[in-house]
């Protein structure tokens, strides 16, 4: 794949959105009944759409939400929900409306904690909140209490987009039944005015620690010795999706030796992290932090690097187009895989 001229560059201001206009578009605009593109609809298990269109709005997360209340309360799942929410703009807001109203339900609903940069819920990757349904449910017998969860997220779609996903007590998406029960349900609420809502601004969702759950039980699925013998190099970029704190996590966390290199390429604009990762003993240390990166040219490559730095053998998660910055560095001959 070629090459973007964006590539080893920060955004340029023309491609970046404006974060305040598109949360106050979410909070006051309401969505035209009389347009289908207003509308809820929902794709793979959830429903996306740009606050700025009128398409993921206040009014779609209290109709959504309240849908999935009731079916799960048709479908007997008595269990604690798990909700997740990424780094999109329009998902913290979501996220706060969704409180209201699973409380207002006497949902038993499960938020990562505080993250201490953002001041909001820990940021939580699909796969996390997947693996925690499963390990909630595992064991039980039907009608035992099962989990599910709701994922708010619009996946790969754009900054200006929100999504909003529901996950069964299989952990995966939810089938084409449910969804379209729960999106003819929410146009229904939507379309009367939001007047069968529950809704109350009393906090009482508690605090599960979606990450380390998820670091813990790495070592029971990967064959930490196969890495080993393997001897690859492998870096990492979350490219500033929901898995940002999760690589940084598995490093603090597993951390025993550093004689393999892991390298995670954060961007961010106070410099970036790098780390020195043992896989094949899950354990990890952790290098210098905030270095300031110098930058790169796009013809320097490897010789515009740190000699001390090593390029890894695997990266993992690609380059994106505009969301590279000065700070970061090893990656500027590495293509998406």
Same mark, same amino acid.
């Given at each position: 794949?070629?090459?973007s001229?964006? &590539?080893?560059?920060? @955004?340029?201001?023309?491609v ?8 106050a ?5 309401a ?6 593109? $207003? ?14 269109? !009128?398409?993921?709005?206040e ?6 939400t *309240? ?5 799960r309360?048709?479908?007997g799942?008595?269990g604690p929900?798990?909700? =997740? ?9 979501? $996220? ?6 699973? +409380?207002?339900?006497?949902?038993e ?5 505080v ?6 819920? !820990?940021?939580?990757p699909?796969p996390?909140?997947? #693996? &925690? ?5 595992? =064991?039980?017998?039907? !009608? ?6 709701i ?5 790969h ?10 996950n ?6 939810a089938?084409s ?5 729960? *999106?003819?349900?929410?146009?229904e609420?939507?379309?009367g ?8 601004t009393?906090? #009482?969702?508690?605090?599960y620690?979606?990450? @380390?759950?998820?670091?813990? @039980?790495?070592?029971s699925v990967?064959?930490?010795?196969a ?20 690589w ?5 966390t597993?951390r025993?030796r550093?004689?393999?290199c892991f390298?995670?390429? *954060?961007?961010?604009?106070? =410099?970036?992290?790098e ?7 899950? +354990?990890?240390?952790? =290098?210098?932090?905030?270095?300031d990166?110098?930058?790169? !040219?796009?013809?320097?490559? #490897? ?14 998660g ?12 090893g ?7």
């Amino acid at each position: 794949m070629p090459l973007s001229p964006l &590539a080893g560059k920060i @955004a340029p201001p023309n491609v970046l959105i404006d974060v305040a206009r598109l949360r106050a578009a979410y909070a006051s605009r309401a969505p035209d009944v009389d347009d289908p593109a $207003q509308l809820v609809a929902f794709g793979t298990s959830g429903h996306r759409g740009a606050p700025e269109d !009128g398409a993921f709005n206040e009014a779609h997360i209290l109709a959504i939400t *309240q849908a999935i209340c009731e079916h799960r309360a048709r479908a007997g799942i008595t269990g604690p929900l798990f909700l =997740g929410v990424d780094t999109h703009a329009a998902s913290e807001p979501a $996220q706060q409306t969704a409180l209201e109203v699973l +409380a207002a339900n006497d949902v038993e609903t499960l938020l990562a904690p505080v993250d201490a940069e953002t001041g909001g819920a !820990g940021f939580t990757p699909t796969p996390a909140l997947s #693996r &925690a349904i499963l390990a909630h449910n595992r =064991g039980r017998a039907a !009608g035992d209490r099962f989990a599910d969860g709701i994922v708010i997220t619009p996946s790969h779609n754009p900054p200006r987009d929100g999504g909003f996903k529901y996950n069964p007590p299989h952990g995966g998406p939810a089938d084409s039944a449910a969804t379209r029960w729960i *999106q003819d349900r929410a146009n229904e609420l939507i379309a009367g005015g939001l007047r069968e809502v529950r809704r109350t601004t009393e906090k #009482r969702h508690q605090k599960y620690d979606f990450l @380390a759950e998820y670091v813990d @039980a790495l070592p029971s699925v990967l064959d930490i010795d196969a890495i080993r013998a393997a001897g690859v190099r492998i870096g990492a970029d979350p490219l500033g999706g929901a898995s940002v704190r999760y690589w940084a996590g598995i490093a603090m966390t597993q951390r025993q030796r550093d004689d393999c290199c892991f390298c995670l390429c *954060q961007s961010c604009q106070q =410099g970036a992290i790098e780390l020195n990762i043992d896989v094949s003993d899950a +354990a990890f240390s952790t =290098g210098s932090e905030n270095v300031d990166m110098p930058e790169l !040219g796009p013809d320097e490559g #490897r010789d515009g690097l740190d000699p001390k730095l090593e390029i890894p053998d695997i990266f993992i998660g690609g380059v994106g187009d505009a969301q590279l910055s000065k700070h970061r560095h090893g990656v500027l001959e590495v293509h998406q895989i």
